[in-house]
């Protein structure tokens, strides 16, 4: 079997209108991602939350900061375009912040511990949202593309899957 490391999950699809039904699945996942995460790297040392789960791919460490630093954004990006007219959302170098020192250094319980109370606050918001407020959406400069809030949350609960496969699927083939 060839897998590609990359997309342990597939890359993220979807077709179509955003129904109600696929919302709600996709809020559950943004919900239990924070518990999935903790599984994912608990009992980890430091060595291996030093690992890359891919050949040149981020270590354990990057992935799990990653996860809130990204995600954190994407909360501030659902809070632009709730309160603007289709706002030009702030890109930032994800590459360049894996490598900042609190990315390397900083305890992983601290990235887990901020996505956690990040995801509660955000499922709140996701949870009240209406269907107009989920055709909202925002300008990103970088890809010169709309993003609607209906799709944008199915690329979240897919990011955070896809993020803890990469840890989960590395786990599994090291034998931890």
């Known amino acids: 079997m060839n897998q590609d490391l990359r997309y342990p999950i597939g890359p993220f699809r979807h077709e179509g209108e955003v129904s109600a039904q696929q919302r709600l699945e996709w809020i559950s996942d943004i919900a239990s991602l924070p518990t999935k995460l903790a599984a994912a790297i608990e009992g980890l ?9 891919r050949p040149d791919g981020w270590t354990v460490r990057q992935v799990t900061h990653h996860l809130a630093d990204s995600h954190l954004n994407s909360f501030m990006r659902y809070k632009l375009a709730l309160t603007e007219e289709q706002p030009t959302i702030k890109p930032y170098f994800e590459e360049r912040w894996a490598l900042l020192p609190d990315t390397l250094q900083a305890p992983v319980e601290l990235s887990a511990t901020l996505l956690a109370a990040l995801h509660e606050r955000w499922v709140i918001l996701l949870r009240s949202m209406t269907d107009e407020d989920y055709a909202r959406s925002f300008y990103h400069p970088e ?17 955070g899957r896809h993020h803890v496969a990469h840890i989960t699927s590395l786990r599994q083939r090291m034998g931890w």
């Open 45 to 53: 040392g430091r060595e291996q939350l030093n690992t890359p789960y």
């Open 143 to 159: 890809s010169k593309k709309v993003s609607r809030l209906d799709i944008v949350l199915g690329t979240y609960a897919w990011h």
